[in-house]
Nanobody, 115 residues
Framework: QVQLVQYGGGLVQAGGSLRLSCEAA????????RGWYRRAPGKERELVAI???????VYAASVKGRFTISTDSTKNTLYLQMNSLKPEDTAVYFC?????????WGQGTQVTVSS
């Protein structure tokens, strides 16, 4: 498995913005499926945004138009820019990457949106 280290998150008021970062030890994001998931209290983990191996992004309907997933291969970092945050976006967010069917996960980071 690959080590992924997440940065960012925290407490923000509704309508605010946050950016999450997910840094890998090597250049692995460029051609592998990668993405962001979240788990809210009492709920199952759900997809937030992913980039398929072909580079095409997929967003959950609940975040489309507000969140943007991006990759900086020069920094081996995956980002999730979150704008217009809502209280229902409160969750622990996880990044992942899929390399030859093996899934590696970041440690998770808490995002709390106050109303």
């Amino acid at each position: 498995q690959v080590q992924l280290v997440q940065y960012g998150g925290g407490l923000v008021q509704a309508g605010g913005s946050l950016r999450l970062s997910c840094e890998a030890a090597g250049n692995i994001f460029g051609t592998n499926a990668r993405g962001w998931y979240r788990r809210a209290p009492g709920k199952e983990r759900e997809l937030v945004a992913i980039v398929r191996a072909d580079g095409s992004p997929v967003y959950a309907a609940s975040v489309k138009g507000r969140f943007t997933i991006s990759t900086d291969s020069t920094k081996n970092t995956l980002y999730l820019q979150m704008n217009s945050l809502k209280p229902e976006d409160t969750a622990v967010y996880f990044c992942n990457v899929v390399i030859q069917s093996t899934v590696s996960w970041g440690q998770g980071t808490q995002v709390t949106v106050s109303s």
